[in-house]
């Protein structure tokens, strides 16, 4: 991964923006090449799957530092499109259908480095396309054009992308303070002394009355229990006026909770 390119796949409402913006550009495009253009024959829309570019023999690519703009034909030719602009379906000029086409979709890649405010647009050339422009995750939009029966796709990388509709600036989410965020959160607390054991027989004959001696005293660490945590601390029975106090003696040292 080179330094020109970051992670960061284009959201719903920046696709739709630019879906629209290149809608028009395209037809502005048929508009100037294409003798039989008709608004109903022109389109674009999302492409549903990847380009294949490595079955389709080298792509066609624009890359520079500005930004980079890739057409994969599928199965359609270079001499087909210059045959449908021209409107003609003679195969004996072949070789001026293929520079028609050649030419037009040279002007189209320029017009959408144009658009997006590139200062030195390129050509297409035959060429390994760049990650930036292979990966959704990087931010490339791919999309599908659409001229009367012939259809192949062009994909724009994330620099292109960001000058056609430039990403909103993400609003940070304000932080509280830890103890504002933690000073309204009611938790049960336990103090816990551990008495000892005894005989399973013996607490089976108790009465009412008896006397249960433990093996601590009272001054022995008790345990501190937050709910639904287990012990938090250590700590020691202590009376403040009439009320039971605990005075923590040490905390857990492992880490049972995040907030």
């Known amino acids: 991964m080179t330094n020109e390119t970051r992670f960061g796949w284009i959201g719903a409402s920046r696709r739709s923006a630019l879906r629209v913006l290149l809608a028009d550009l395209v037809d502005g495009w048929a508009k100037a090449w294409w003798l039989a253009s008709r608004i109903d024959d022109i389109d674009i829309s999302d492409a549903t799957t990847a380009p294949e570019y490595a079955k389709r ?25 210059g045959r449908c602009l021209a409107a003609t ?18 002007d189209l890649a320029i017009r959408i480095q144009h658009r997006a405010g590139c200062r030195k647009p390129l050509k297409l050339a035959q060429a390994e396309v760049p990650t930036s422009v292979k990966d959704a995750r990087l931010g490339s939009f ?11 796709r062009v994909a724009i ?4 992308a ?12 304000p932080l509280s303070p830890r103890r504002d965020a933690l000073e309204r959160v009611p938790v049960n607390v336990r103090a816990v002394i551990d008495f000892g054991s005894m005989d399973l027989a013996h ?4 009465c009412v009355g008896e006397v249960l001696v433990g093996e601590h005293k009272l001054e022995d660490a008790l345990q501190v229990h937050l709910e639904g945590q287990g012990v938090v601390a250590k700590g020691y029975l202590r009376r403040l006026g009439e ?4 005075t923590l003696g040490s905390a857990n040292t492992q880490e049972r909770y995040t907030s």
Not at 203 to 206: E, G, V
């Open 57 to 81: 023999g080298t792509p066609l690519v624009a890359s520079g530092e500005e930004g980079a703009v890739a057409v994969d034909l599928g199965d359609t030719s270079i001499g087909s499109i």
């Open 89 to 106: 379906t003679d195969d004996q000029g072949s070789g001026l259908a293929r520079r028609i086409g050649e030419e037009a979709l040279s």
């Open 142 to 152: 791919v999309f599908d054009v659409s001229l009367g029966p012939l259809s192949w």
């Open 157 to 160: 990388d994330s620099r292109i």
């Open 162 to 173: 960001d000058r056609f509709v430039a990403p909103g600036k993400s609003r940070g989410v």
């Open 203 to 206: 607490l089976a004959d108790l």
């Open 243 to 246: 009320q039971r106090a605990v």
